[in-house]
């Protein structure tokens, strides 16, 4: 592969970059000659960065936790007591024969069939009576409901915070320029989007601790939820609220406890949390504007270097004339007040007074370079007569 010199000057300029030549890359005759037409060519650059900011009002982490322990406790611990139940039953169906199921007897011999001469009484009917242990008690009905409206609490503010707006976080950087490089036009486009991924918590060090805090409260409530007790007092009904402060949940420490955090989310009528979407649109400064024209510099050359034939170009042409546009203008006026310690009210007023002058220096020249041409045009029109 035999190249000119002008492709030449494109692989120096290429092995300037990438450090396999030596040499100062803004010295370069080729890189001068791009960047150029680059300056005075058709760009569009867009950069943009999203940031969730979460704030967790603590009030309801600290009100759950304080009474976890307790909740946990009773679960595994709840109150029974001994259901009875008493049902005249037919006597090949009779379990349990106790004496009072004698006496009922003795009290209705409508159900005894025959007195045998030995003593023995044979009843066709029997009172039968069931006794077993049971958790149907107010204090355990009152238990599981709080531990269904505790999952939905909870659960609603966990998806909330961990999932809001994690599709829209990150940055996004588009680049779209055209260029003529009298040879040849030159579409450039690139485009870089980077998601963040703050459901993971390690990525929100600020929350770290309390987002900890909350993933520990959703993991207790729903291993509660899926507990012996709670699926066995599901079939019984739900209280309602205000509770009724039986004498366990007036005096036991630990249904206290449970009946002041229900108080507490039937209270509670905040979210809980905030989650704010911080969008940037920054000015793309001179420095950025440099590292972006330098990437497509670098892209242009390594192409040509990969190339089999490339069409000649003169880097000895002369330099086109960079037109500033409003974008520009309020970039160098960002940087002149970034960089300066005048007070505002006095770059005010110097920045005013030279745009007068400049506007009026401006003038004279058109009207001179006016007053010229006209002169010009007389003069040419009399040597024509």
Not at 110 to 134: A, M, Q, W
Request: charged share 30%; with cysteine.
């Amino acid at each position: 592969m035999v190249y000119d010199d002008y492709s030449d000057d494109i692989l120096k300029a290429y092995g300037k970059m990438t450090g396999q030549e030596q040499g100062n890359i803004e010295d370069d005759k080729y890189y001068k000659y791009f960047y150029n037409l680059l300056e005075t060519g058709r760009n569009y650059v867009k950069y943009s960065y999203v940031r969730l900011v979460k704030e967790v009002d603590e009030t309801w982490v600290n009100a759950i936790e304080e009474a976890m322990p307790s909740l946990q406790h009773v679960v595994l611990n709840p109150r029974k007591f001994i259901e009875e139940e008493r049902e005249v039953v037919n006597i090949a169906m009779a379990r349990n024969i106790t004496a009072e199921s004698v006496r009922h007897l003795l009290a209705h011999s409508n159900y005894i069939d025959e007195y045998r001469k030995d003593g023995t009484v044979i009843p066709n009917k029997i009172l039968n009576i069931y006794k077993e242990e049971s958790l149907n008690t107010y204090e355990n009905r009152f238990i599981c409901t709080l531990i269904a409206e505790l999952q939905f609490f909870i659960n609603k503010r966990f998806d909330a915070i961990f999932e809001a707006s994690k599709d829209e976080l990150g940055v996004n950087f588009e680049v779209d320029s055209s260029i003529d490089n009298y040879t040849e036009t030159i579409d450039y486009s690139l485009q870089i989007k980077i998601r963040d991924k703050q459901n993971d918590t390690e990525n929100e060090f600020e929350n770290k601790d309390v987002f900890a805090r909350i993933i520990q409260l959703h993991r207790n409530i729903n291993m509660l939820v899926g507990t012996e007790f709670v699926a066995t007092m599901r079939r019984f009904p739900a209280v309602k609220h205000p509770i009724v402060k039986t004498n366990a949940i007036a005096k036991n420490r630990d249904y206290k406890a449970c009946h002041k955090l229900w108080n507490f989310i039937h209270s509670y009528t905040q979210v809980g949390f905030k989650v704010d979407l911080v969008k940037q649109d920054p000015n793309i400064s001179q420095s950025f504007e440099k590292d972006i024209y330098n990437s497509f510099v670098w892209n242009y050359a390594m192409l040509h270097k990969y190339m089999e034939e490339s069409d000649v170009i003169d880097v000895n042409r002369k330099a086109r004339k960079k037109e500033l546009d409003m974008q520009g203008i309020r970039r160098l006026l960002e940087e002149i007040v970034a960089g300066t310690n005048i007070p505002d009210e006095n770059l005010r007023k110097l920045v005013n007074t030279e745009l007068k002058n400049i506007q009026a220096r401006r003038k004279q020249e058109q009207a001179a370079a006016a007053k010229l041409t006209k002169e010009k045009q007389k003069t040419a029109k009399g040597k024509k007569a």
